[in-house]
């Protein structure tokens, strides 16, 4: 298997076609992770959801990260990494209207974009947790390793399995 490093391009591409990945933030030293549905534009992603855990803990600390992949086989794959800020997006005065709209456009390019953000809330406990959240995520980097068949005679490879006993494809 060969592993080389995806162009910026070629990594915000994979963004905009997949809409979907894993979404990470920490509080107090905690990690969490979920997958979850957004929309690319260049420097930013989108996502909708309604009042929950990750809300809140982005909310308390605005650090987040992203990681979205494509998994053909084992030795085909792309995944991208997103480390970025998350802004929330209300529809109050003094907040910015335009990056609102925006996010609402860009998810509504997806059906139902809306439902798995409502949907979570039937498992919370609190009656008031549907209330509807959007978000935008600053892209601060992306990095992106993209895998693919070594074709080369096993003889000229550099990257031997380093684990004695192990060989590599
Ligand atoms: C394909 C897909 C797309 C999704 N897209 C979106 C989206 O666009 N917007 C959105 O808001 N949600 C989406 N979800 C659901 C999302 O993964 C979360 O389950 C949901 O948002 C609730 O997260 P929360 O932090 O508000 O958890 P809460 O409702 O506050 O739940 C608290 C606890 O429930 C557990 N929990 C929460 N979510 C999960 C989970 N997915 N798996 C296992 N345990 C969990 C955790 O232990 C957590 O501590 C999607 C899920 C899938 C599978």
Redesign the pocket.
Known sequence: MLISEMSRQECCDLLARLG?GRLACAYENQP?I?????AYEPEHLY???????????MRLNPLVCLEADEVRSHVQWASVVVRGCYEELPEKPGYDSKMRQQAEVLLRKRFM?WQ??V???Q??EQSN?GIPVFYCIHIEKVTGHRASRDRRPYRDRTSRATVPGVVTA
């Open positions: 979907f969490y979920v997958p979850t549905y957004f996502g909708f959801a309604t009042l929950g855990q990750k809300i809140e803990w974009w798995t953000g949907a979570a809330a498992t919370r947790r």
